[in-house]
């Protein structure tokens, strides 16, 4: 159907228009990402949404047609790029149900409302400008893993797609009120509520408001008109910039709390009504505490990024709740939660997956929002910051992202891993410290004898690698701990500048 895809082709040429042009480290561990048109264009869409239908064919067994619902976040070239796809999609038979503007996850609620097994959301999340990718998934309510996305990287640069008949298109037009209905049908919060929300100009600004305003609470707007150029900072809840901007607007105005959505909508961040940043990892100890006061013996997934205090906090050890330390990563994290028949899964960057009866069991800000309110409606005498000062005092970074090339990132966290296996056999030292344990599920994670801890991983979504320390003891430990994992960093010329740094 198509000819092989180009790694690299030329712009403004008869070639850039006629040939599929796909970069293959577009195709990450659990879901695709380009700069667009420097990486893919549009006729590498249609490429990839060809392949994307072919690998549907197996994964869902080739004696019925396949449908799947599409959608689209709100960038200049999102729709196209969605229509590209759809049309590749098509030609390998498959039948396109497009749902429009959508969050991811309002896509994946269309899964379970229009009963449709297959999605592919063209969204870039909260990445710059530039970038476009698409989140896919064959069996509600999980997205595609690393065997999944290795079967759709060969079908496509390898051309191996079978052309079908039989492919189809229409249009569901009222699947985003569907979405805010659902969220809906269920009682307002007894407690009155305040919220600032901030949705950095990206798609939420056309759900969020709407939703939580429908459930009675005073909804204070932050950058919640859509603005594809994105002027003020990216829709990203772990970027300072977002969060403080969210406490400026949450301490003039009084609110009892500043929500923060990001650009498709999955991943919520927190200010309390003292500015505070709440980080989503300790967000996910309250709300844990919170849920197993309701429910007998939690099981909880939690990523090697969150907090220890999953572990150490005295009220989830009373509770008999059970944390497991997992993968970071949407896809990880919501299978692991749906094996495990977890209640929760946290993850420290803002993906909370609620399994029944409070969520389907996939990753959406707004059911993180709504468990988060239902947690202040059920103890109106306390504030967010009451919540807040009552963990244990812990010390940590945000995540911070050096730069490292998509083709050498693995290869430099492998030899980062070895070192520290290294380091810790032969009874060596960080910050003065033994070394206690090591958790290399994902990346390393060093813990030393105070319980001080240090997290190097490969990014998921974009080039570089993932650091995040925390220490249950002083800011001087978790600094010293910063200061050591970034000396073995420096030493890898592979390694670039951060995109923030503690």
């Excluded at 790694?7 to 990402?33: C, H, I, M, Q, W």
């Amino acid at each position: 159907m198509f000819n092989k895809p180009e790694a690299s082709l030329a712009a403004n040429s008869a070639a850039f228009e006629n040939t599929a042009l796909v970069k293959p480290t577009g195709f990450r561990e659990y879901d695709a990402r380009w700069l667009f048109p420097d990486e893919i264009n549009l006729t590498g869409i249609q490429a990839l949404g060809f392949g994307l239908g072919n690998v549907l064919f197996e994964l869902l067994g080739d004696d019925k047609q396949p449908e799947i619902i599409v959608g689209h976040d709100f960038r200049s070239y999102s729709q196209s790029i969605k229509l590209a796809l759809s049309n590749g999609l098509m030609s390998a038979g498959v039948a396109v149900h497009d749902i429009g503007l959508a969050l991811s996850p309002t896509a994946y609620f269309a899964q379970f409302d229009a009963d449709i097994a297959a999605v592919a959301m063209v969204t870039a999340s909260h990445n710059e400008n530039g970038w476009t990718g698409v989140k896919m998934g064959a069996a509600r309510p999980l997205t595609f893993g690393p065997d999944e996305m290795d079967k759709l990287r060969c079908c496509v640069l390898d051309n191996t797609g079978i052309a079908r008949k039989g492919g189809s298109y229409q249009r569901i037009d009222d699947m985003a009120q569907r979405y805010k209905d659902d969220l809906t049908n269920r009682p307002a919060f007894n407690r009155t509520l305040k919220a600032v929300v901030a949705c950095g100009n990206g798609t939420a600004g056309a759900f969020a408001p709407d939703v939580l305003e429908a459930l009675g609470v005073e909804v204070v707007a932050l950058n919640c008109d859509l603005d594809h150029s994105f002027p003020n900072h990216n829709p990203n809840p772990e970027d300072m910039k977002m969060l403080h901007a969210l406490r400026d607007k949450v301490l003039e105005t009084g609110a009892d709390i500043g929500f923060a959505f990001d650009g498709d909508g999955d991943r919520c961040g927190v200010v309390d009504n003292e500015g505070e940043e709440i980080f989503a990892d300790k967000m996910g100890v309250l709300v844990a505490r919170d849920l197993a006061k309701q429910f007998d013996q939690p099981t909880f997934i939690v990523d090697v990024k969150s907090t220890g205090l999953f572990l150490t906090d005295p009220e989830l050890q009373a509770s008999g709740a059970q944390t497991i330390y997992w993968k970071t990563g949407h896809s990880y994290m919501k299978r692991h939660t749906h094996d495990m028949q977890a209640l929760a899964g946290f993850e420290k960057s803002g993906h909370f997956f609620f399994n029944a009866p409070i969520g389907r069991g996939y990753d959406d800000g707004l059911v993180t929002a709504i468990a988060i309110c239902d947690m202040l409606d059920r103890a109106p005498d306390h504030s967010m910051a009451d919540m807040r000062h009552s963990l244990p005092v812990t010390y940590g970074t945000p995540t911070m992202s050096p730069y490292c090339d998509d083709t050498k990132k693995y290869d430099v966290v492998d030899r980062i891993i070895a070192h520290f296996e290294a380091l810790a056999k032969q009874g060596g030292t960080l910050i003065g410290q033994n070394i206690r344990d090591l958790v290399t599920v994902n990346g390393v994670r060093i813990t030393l004898e105070d319980g001080t801890w240090g997290l190097i991983r490969a990014s998921s979504n974009k080039p570089g690698l993932v650091v995040v320390v925390e220490s249950p003891t002083s800011e001087a430990n978790m600094r010293a701990m910063f200061a050591e994992l970034d000396g073995v960093l420096s030493s890898y010329e592979e390694v670039g500048e951060y995109d923030q740094k503690i």
